[in-house]
């Protein structure tokens, strides 16, 4: 939900390339598996596959290095962040909160950052992009109170 509200809000219009930075013209949004076959190929050989206990754990508390592979060539590639080849930005289908918000994430060549919503995704590379930090999300909520990121109001954030 907070992906569409963006999208009607801030008409994407960047069309992808290797190192085109920005979100993607709906048009342009597909799976993972058909953007980058390669990478889906390279993970699923190297396949995690994390408990739901690991998995569905959001904020600093986050470990990187957990996911699920199987998730990955359905997942929604809605732009890029960075210039690597691997610096998506995606959208998890497969796993929705109880109001119907998809997982979002930033995939990086080291890992991947996941968020319960695109909204709360926003918020981090907001702070990511403006702040210009040498590590990658999650920050804790704490550090965006009087950023950008502060400006999109989230309720009842359960994760620090």
Known sequence: MSYRDFVRTYHPATVPGADVVGFYHPSHVKRMADVEPWYVEVASAHAIDSTNAEYHVYGVAQDDSTGRTRYLADALVVGKYGTN????????PQSLTADGEME????????????????ELMRQLSYLQTRHVDDMPPYAQTALVGTCA????LRDVWWK
């Open 104 to 119: 979002a994430a930033l995939i990086y060549p080291a890992g991947e950052f996941r968020a319960p919503s695109f909204a």
């Open 150 to 153: 502060a400006k999109l109001v």
């Open 85 to 92: 080849t691997t610096d998506f930005i995606v959208l998890y």
